[in-house]
């Protein structure tokens, strides 16, 4: 069972989700709050696998909110659901700790399969978001920044599997490595980068042209 936080201040909408989520067998809404403070001060009562989190929301952001979501949850996994697809909000909350970012026009049943997609380890985003990552990365690859860091070829391959969307899983069947050796590079990559979380990864990762 996914335990599933919906944050959306559209009455209508954050009804739709619950109703959505509560209504599809394996998925379960166990909290929808129409702002950041109420779901934080509920959020380790609810202890839940995926947060999903608007960024235009009356008072503190959802922006600010994943950062503060991220400080009581290092792990907890979060999944923006927006209307805005400004490249700066995108990769601000990428860097804030997101690992997917959707438009709501996402139809329902790929919601569900990105929630489970986030769940599982993945980084799944609406196709134009997407393309807007692959075309920022391509610029930057173009045009690259020097690189602060080293990495190890094989950290460069496995970044670039999490640069694409691909599950830890997906990442160790391509290389032809254990899960385990997976999340051995990404503990390296993680010091070498100074970030904490994966998103932090691909975000810091595609800005200074690391991969």
Same mark, same amino acid.
Do not use: W
């Given at each position: 069972m996914i335990? *599933? $936080?919906v944050? /959306?201040?559209?009455?209508?909408?954050?009804e739709?989700?619950?109703?959505?989520i509560?209504?599809?067998?394996?998925y379960?809404?166990?909290g929808?709050?129409?702002?950041?403070? &109420?779901?934080?001060k509920?959020?380790?009562?609810?202890?839940?696998?995926? !947060?999903l989190?608007? $960024?235009?929301?009356?008072g503190?952001n959802?922006?600010d909110?994943?950062?503060?979501?991220?400080?009581?949850?290092?792990?907890?996994?979060?999944?923006?659901?927006t209307v805005?697809? /400004?490249?700066?909000l995108?990769?601000?909350? !990428?860097?804030?700790?997101?690992? =997917?970012?959707?438009?709501k026009?996402?139809?329902? &049943?790929?919601?569900?399969e990105?929630?489970?997609?986030?769940?599982? =380890?993945?980084?799944?985003?609406?196709?134009?978001i997407?393309?807007? *990552?692959?075309?920022?990365?391509?610029?930057?690859?173009?045009?690259?920044?020097?690189p602060q860091?080293?990495?190890?070829p094989? /950290?460069?391959?496995?970044? &670039?599997?999490?640069?694409?969307?691909? &599950?830890? %899983?997906?990442i160790?069947?391509?290389?032809?490595i254990?899960?385990?050796?997976v999340?051995?590079?990404?503990?390296?990559i993680?010091? %070498?980068?100074?970030v904490?979380?994966?998103?932090?990864?691909?975000?810091?990762?595609?800005k /200074?042209?690391?991969i």
């Amino acid at each position: 069972m996914i335990k *599933v $936080i919906v944050v /959306e201040d559209n009455d209508a909408i954050r009804e739709g989700l619950r109703i959505l989520i509560d209504g599809t067998d394996g998925y379960a809404c166990i909290g929808a709050y129409a702002d950041c403070n &109420s779901m934080l001060k509920n959020l380790e009562r609810h202890e839940p696998d995926v !947060l999903l989190m608007d $960024i235009g929301l009356p008072g503190m952001n959802g922006i600010d909110g994943i950062k503060k979501a991220k400080a009581v949850y290092p792990d907890l996994t979060i999944l923006v659901l927006t209307v805005y697809e /400004e490249n700066e909000l995108v990769f601000d909350a !990428l860097c804030a700790g997101a690992c =997917g970012y959707l438009v709501k026009k996402t139809p329902p &049943s790929r919601l569900l399969e990105a929630i489970q997609e986030a769940y599982q =380890g993945g980084a799944p985003m609406s196709a134009n978001i997407a393309r807007k *990552v692959i075309d920022f990365f391509q610029q930057k690859k173009q045009f690259p920044a020097k690189p602060q860091t080293i990495l190890t070829p094989r /950290e460069k391959e496995i970044l &670039s599997g999490l640069v694409e969307g691909n &599950s830890f %899983k997906a990442i160790a069947d391509s290389l032809f490595i254990s899960i385990e050796t997976v999340r051995f590079h990404f503990r390296n990559i993680y010091k %070498k980068l100074h970030v904490h979380s994966q998103s932090e990864a691909v975000a810091k990762a595609i800005k /200074e042209g690391i991969i």
